[in-house]
């Protein structure tokens, strides 16, 4: 698609991991229901195959890794998600409850910075307030929010790691300035007002002068003891393969390559690899499932300002809000998500002709866009998992991870749900029509990704228990969103990575 291949985050050489994709599912074109198209036409041709051309597996190799491209999201997990099998009978249920994890949700939002709304309000109960007031809310948020409020549903800030106010000292907060509302959440956000782990934790733990930070390495081996203990890494840098002993390990690089280098460690002692006697890594992922459709609504100006994704609606988020499904979605504004705030790509996508016709159509559109982005629920599948390939390797010789991600009747039908309550917003918002919209459907493009390392209290269905922490190895730890026995209806998962995290970290400073 024209202006589809205009990137919103700089990917200089290296900042992005090799990934093979091996089953996508079969699919059914439907152009009109589910299948992307914009003012141009159809953006991907009949195909029987799921693509990942336009965008695949979203993730940043860098100091603060995919935290430099998130958009700030920092949403705490519905309290029934952590029992979403109890509830439904699907899925699987969390080894730690809403309330386990609450303290850490609270400790993390006020190491990162984060402003919202409200406290005790909603399922989503607090101990402490939100430490940042709200941020305001954009217009195309802002005309969302009345659209919502006709239709009977509910529609708020969406709690943002980002600083309405400036802090320049207290944990977490040193020389970070407020948002100025460029935008850029997503492009690196160039103030550093964004709560990415470069300027919260990294920046903290550096301050205390016991962390050393090697940039520019690849971890490309571990290796077990005798005893059953992690005893060292091999990593590569600057030309050397260096190995480095442990007495304790935290690996945190996420649902693809956690569970690549866990598989990659095999040797004949570890045939099946590292942490993997139940035969679990890999196994349960689970990719984004998001829809997204937009318009022009005529007479509304300056949609492209504003912070990204700052409004929300969670009317169906919890488990089994939705009759015959398990999971839930949210919806919420995303003009600058999708990439609809610059002229170049509002042209190419939106309307059509060429020459003095265009220009004039763009300066009588332009700023009148409104984007609308469901995110759901995917129940685990046995086709989708995390393998290593047999024949393709990286620079360093580790076997290159391998992304199996079915749709299952499951997502299908919930990707129903999300788009027809996602195109009745954008209408009762005053579109006249959809002039664009792509999904999960036809495209696997996930930033977030879960599963893959699953925690449990049963070692034979889950590769840690709920501290994080490998039954097979009891210094190993696992710090990302590998670990998630469910996705959540809609959350994006950072602020939750973050209080697991904190929580295992007090676990092995205790031991």
């Not at 940039?215 to 571990?222: C, D, E, K, N």
């Not at 693809?256 to 040797?267: I, K």
């Not at 609606?313 to 015959?324: H, K, M, Q, R, T």
Request: proline share 6%; glycine share 12%; aromatic share 6%.
């Amino acid at each position: 698609m024209p202006g589809w291949e205009r990137r919103s985050f700089p990917a200089p050489e290296g900042s992005r991991a090799t990934i093979v994709y091996g089953d996508l599912g079969q699919i059914a074109f439907a152009p009109r229901d589910l299948a992307a198209f914009n003012a141009a036409g159809p953006v991907l041709h009949d195909s029987a195959q799921r693509s990942a051309d336009l965008g695949g597996y979203v993730h940043v190799l860098g100091l603060g890794g995919s935290t430099l491209h998130y958009v700030g999201e920092a949403h705490r997990l519905h309290p029934d998600a952590f029992r979403l099998h109890s509830l439904t009978g699907q899925g699987a249920n969390w080894p730690i409850s809403y309330a386990t994890l609450e303290p850490y949700y609270a400790l993390a939002e006020t190491r990162i910075g984060v402003a919202g709304r409200g406290i005790g309000a909603g399922a989503r109960w607090r101990s402490t307030p939100f430490p940042q007031s709200p941020h305001p809310q954009s217009p195309a948020a802002k005309l969302l929010g009345q659209a919502a409020a006709r239709l009977g549903w509910n529609w708020e800030d969406n709690p943002r790691a980002a600083l309405s106010e400036p802090r320049y000292s207290g944990a977490g907060t040193q020389g970070r300035p407020a948002c100025n509302y460029c935008g850029h959440c997503a492009r690196g956000c160039p103030l550093g007002d964004k709560g990415s782990t470069d300027v919260t934790f990294l920046r903290d733990a550096a301050q205390t002068g016991r962390l050393e930070i090697v940039t520019g390495a690849t971890v490309t081996r571990l290796y077990r003891r005798a005893s059953g203990g992690i005893a060292a890494l091999d990593y590569h840098h600057a030309g050397e393969i260096h190995r480095q002993e442990t007495p304790l390990l935290f690996l945190c690089a996420g649902a693809v390559q956690t569970p690549r280098l866990l598989l990659a460690s095999r040797d004949a002692e570890e045939p099946d690899g590292i942490a993997n006697s139940a035969h679990q890594v890999g196994k349960n992922f689970m990719e984004t499932l998001g829809y997204t459709v937009s318009g022009l609504v005529p007479g509304l100006q300056l949609s492209q300002r504003g912070l990204p994704a700052d409004a929300a609606c969670w009317e169906f988020n919890a488990p089994a809000s939705l009759d015959g499904l398990a999971g839930g979605f949210r919806l919420h504004s995303s003009v600058q998500e999708t990439g609809l705030n610059g002229p170049i790509r509002h042209a190419s996508r939106l309307i059509t002709g060429h020459g003095a016709a265009l220009k004039a159509r763009i300066r009588e559109s332009f700023g009148s866009a409104v984007s609308v982005s469901a995110t759901g629920e995917v129940i685990p599948d046995a086709r989708s998992q995390i393998t290593v390939s047999e024949t393709r390797r990286d620079r360093f010789g580790v076997p290159l991870p391998v992304i199996n991600s079915v749709l299952t009747d499951h997502s299908l039908a919930l990707l129903h749900q999300m788009a027809a309550a996602a195109r009745r917003l954008l209408r009762e918002a005053g579109s006249p029509r959809e002039i664009e919209q792509f999904s999960s459907y036809d495209s696997f493009t996930a930033t977030h990704v879960h599963g893959t390392c699953r925690m449990g209290n049963d070692p034979a269905t889950s590769v840690t228990n709920g501290w994080g922490q490998s039954h097979d190895h009891p210094n190993l730890y696992i710090a990302d969103a590998s670990l998630f026995p469910s996705t959540g209806g809609g959350e994006g998962p950072a602020l939750t990575i973050s209080a697991l995290a904190l929580r295992a970290a007090d676990k092995a400073l205790a031991e």
